[in-house]
């Protein structure tokens, strides 16, 4: 090794420039790069790539079966009852959870960032269902809202057995309940990234309000609300995607049921995968929530990208 | 400076070489792990299994030490994965199976989910010589071993049969339901109006989460209303999914769900079970692993509560059964081939299913080591019309008995008999042809 690199070494001179092209200096960052490109082209734009072939397919069973019967799948999948309630039951649960989680994470954050005693305490309580998986959680709220155990249990014995409800027995409540399951394990988290922005927002500005005569209130809605807005789409990217590729919470807390109530297209795609051996189908349900998630995330990263320019 | 190294080259070297190994490095074993199942290492023997808690648990080591007995060289790795019916289980089986790593040998329900997953799909071999060598004829009926069976060969040995269709009463609150009553189908909904009447709100238990549970109720009505011929003919085309039986036997389930708990959506059989325990509700239709809940709850078999056929299938026995088979590829395939005749020997039944609350699938195996209830079960088997499960795997494909539990689910929430008969059809149409 050594002499070859004392000969390449005393080449340099007579051709410097034009080998300085390709010199090592150059190369290494592509190597470097080179494993993660590559790994992630194979097993994450590859296996879209394959996902996507696999829903044009017919493939029922076992063995992988490629006869191709073009959008076939996506027509059945359309048609089907029970997706055509997954996708309803998506939509109505994202609106619920991302409203939910924003108002309560916000609502929390304000309180916080007053600077009062204990706010510490608080701040972690708040933050710690986060740490925990979906599936207990799930379990735990399963319990809780059973109806005849649990909070409904809790309302008769304080006398206001008019708030009972049936809960997750329920076709119109189940999706309540996995909404209510939800949102208290991700509040948390949007408080966090609230509290971050609030207390991101210097003084000055606060004060330079207060100096143009504006009340707590206007300062509130025109000053600090408009800074908002960042993290405000941040949380809703973050939170949007988990809830439209909810699983765990549906399988711990009650298997889509009763009917089709609480059914999601993230848990139907197991089901129709691995338990009917519907490979077609469970392809295909796949890639429309592939679609579903991209609605969601490809505005954001253009605007992002947008921002980064004008910076 | 000649001849020795800057730094600038000697890290570009090191780095270089160290990114080539590791990367050259990492396709040898990914080339390794892609190669198949490599060299079967001296003795084992991987049984791959849902049997995780339990009586099921026990009885299957049980039959491991029957084996280890036998053939004291060999280590069993004990592959089971958790999850009620093999929920799970199944999934990992498919992905391992798919990948060329099937275990020596794994739990399969007889019937479609047998033929119509593994065998068709050529990953299995045929056991028929075993079958043959080992005189499973003379004490394995005739009926089952037609349900592990396709063209001339056999393809798992029965370990175990549960009854689907099996009523479970409590002593306790019992007057009215009884056998004489629960002959028929009318005869029972008028006991259970009978119960209401003199104070049990909710007389039929009922855990519906997962929609399984009501698919049964379907299965064991269809038998009620239709007879076994019919209701086995509805897989052989011998029999319509458009007979008027099939809207009969939903009519029989909505009738039913009068006088079940309200809270059936959110609960599983167990519990529903331990409604019957607590005399909340006096009966509960449910297969016989139903039994194994109550006597772990301390209730004496025929004492504190009983068995009976479901209401109106008196003279069936719908079969769920577990079997052994040998996967192609097996990596130990000769201890595999010995664990099925361990499977289906009668010192092997005699020690797995009074654990797990079966009944054995041989008729040879000594009544004394039952319960009473199952030792009636032993006696009706032995003369019953069998008729396989849908909801256990049996009697048609997963497509089609995962969508008819969608549909159960379904049917539970809007009682719409019309509308759930024609998607019944629509679904036999896909799926059973």
Redesign the interface.
């Given at each position: 090794m050594a002499t070859s690199g004392t000969a390449a070494r005393e080449r340099l001179p007579s051709g410097g420039r034009s080998l300085r092209h390709f010199s090592w200096d150059s190369l290494t960052p592509f190597l470097l790069i080179a494993p993660s490109v590559i790994l992630i082209a194979v097993f994450v734009y590859g296996f879209i790539g394959y996902t996507a072939y696999v829903s044009t397919t017919k493939w029922y069973g076992i063995n992988p079966d490629y006869t191709s019967v073009g959008l076939q799948q996506y027509t059945d999948l359309f048609g089907l009852p029970r997706f055509q309630a997954d996708l309803t039951n998506t939509v109505e649960f994202t609106i619920l959870f991302l409203f939910g989680c924003i108002v309560l994470g916000f609502g929390a954050a304000i309180l916080l960032d007053q600077k009062l005693r204990g706010t510490i305490f608080f701040q972690n309580v708040f933050l710690f269902p986060l740490a925990i998986s979906f599936i207990v959680t799930g379990t735990v709220w399963r319990w809780m809202l059973n109806p005849n155990t649990g909070i409904n249990m809790l309302f008769e014995q304080a006398h206001l057995g008019f708030l009972k409800s049936p809960w997750l027995a329920d076709t119109h409540t189940a999706l309540y309940g996995v909404v209510i399951a939800a949102t208290w394990q991700m509040s948390g988290f949007c408080m966090a990234m609230f509290l971050a922005g609030l207390r991101g927002i210097p003084d000055e500005l606060r004060e330079a309000a207060r100096v143009d005569g504006a009340s707590e209130l206007q300062g509130f809605l025109r000053v600090i609300l408009p800074l908002m807005r960042p993290i405000t789409l941040s949380a809703v990217i973050i939170l949007g995607h988990i809830s439209l590729k909810i699983f765990d919470l549906i399988v711990a807390m009650t298997n889509g049921g009763p009917g089709y109530a609480t059914d999601m297209p993230g848990f139907y795609m197991f089901t129709a995968t691995f338990r009917q051996n519907l490979y077609g189908r469970g392809a295909a349900i796949a890639m429309v929530l592939l679609f579903l998630v991209a609605l969601l995330i490809v505005p954001y990263l253009v605007w992002s990208m947008r921002q980064e320019v004008e910076r | 400076m000649?001849?020795?190294?800057t730094r600038r080259?000697f890290v570009?070297?090191v780095?270089?070489a160290a990114?080539v190994l590791?990367?050259g490095g990492g396709f040898a074993e990914f080339l390794a792990a892609c190669g198949g199942p490599g060299t079967p290492t001296a003795s084992q023997l991987e049984i791959f299994s849902w049997w995780t808690a339990g009586g099921e648990a026990d009885g299957l080591k049980e039959m491991f030490n029957i084996y280890t007995k036998k053939y004291a060289n060999v280590t069993i790795k004990n592959a089971a994965v958790a999850g009620g019916a093999g929920?799970n289980a199944?999934?990992v089986l498919?992905t391992r199976?798919?990948g060329g790593q099937p275990p020596d040998s794994f739990q399969v329900h007889a019937g479609q989910e047998l033929i119509?997953?593994?065998v068709?799909?050529?990953?299995m071999e045929p056991i028929t010589s075993i079958w043959a060598s080992e005189g499973w004829d003379a004490v394995i009926p005739k009926d089952l071993k037609t349900i592990v069976s396709s063209g001339s060969d056999v393809w798992s040995v029965p370990v175990n049969i549960h009854r689907g269709n099996a009523l479970w009463v409590s002593s306790k609150a019992a007057s009215a339901v009884s056998a004489t009553t629960t002959n028929t189908l009318d005869g029972f909904l008028g006991a259970l109006g009978t119960a209401k009447a003199s104070g049990i709100k909710e007389p039929l238990a009922l855990g519906?989460?997962?929609?399984w549970q009501v698919t049964m109720l379907f299965e064991n009505n269809l038998v009620a209303v239709g007879g076994a011929d019919f209701y086995r003919g509805l897989f052989n085309g011998k029999s319509s999914w458009t007979d008027n039986n099939i809207k009969t036997a939903l009519n029989y389930i909505s009738r039913m769900l009068n006088y079940v708990n309200?809270?059936?959506?959110?609960?599983d059989w167990d519990q529903a079970a331990g409604r019957v325990q607590a005399g909340t509700s006096v009966a509960t239709i449910m297969g016989d692993w139903a039994k194994g809940y109550f006597t772990a709850n301390n209730m004496k078999p025929d004492t504190d509560f009983t068995g009976i056929p479901s209401p109106g299938t008196t003279g069936t026995y719908m079969i769920v059964c577990d079997t052994f088979g040998v996967p192609k590829g097996a990596p130990h395939h000769d201890n595999a081939v010995n664990w099925v005749k361990v499977c289906g020997s009668k010192d092997g039944q005699s020690a797995f299913n009074p654990k797990k609350g079966s009944i054995p699938a041989r008729t040879d195996v000594p009544a004394s080591l039952f319960d009473p209830i199952a030792q009636r079960f032993m006696g009706e088997f032995k003369s019953a019309s069998l008729t396989p499960s849908i909801a256990h795997g049996s009697a048609a494909?997963?497509?089609f008995a995962?969508?008819l539990n969608?549909e159960m689910?379904?049917f539970?929430?809007?009682k719409n008999v019309n509308a759930s008969a024609t998607?019944i059809a629509k679904l036999a149409d896909q799926f059973l042809k």
């Open positions: - | 000649k001849g020795n190294w080259e570009q070297r780095g270089t990114g590791a990367v929920s199944k999934a498919a199976i798919q119509s997953t593994w068709k799909a050529g990953k519906s989460k997962g929609n309200a809270d059936h959506a959110t609960i494909p997963e497509a995962s969508g969608d689910g379904q539970v929430q809007k998607n």
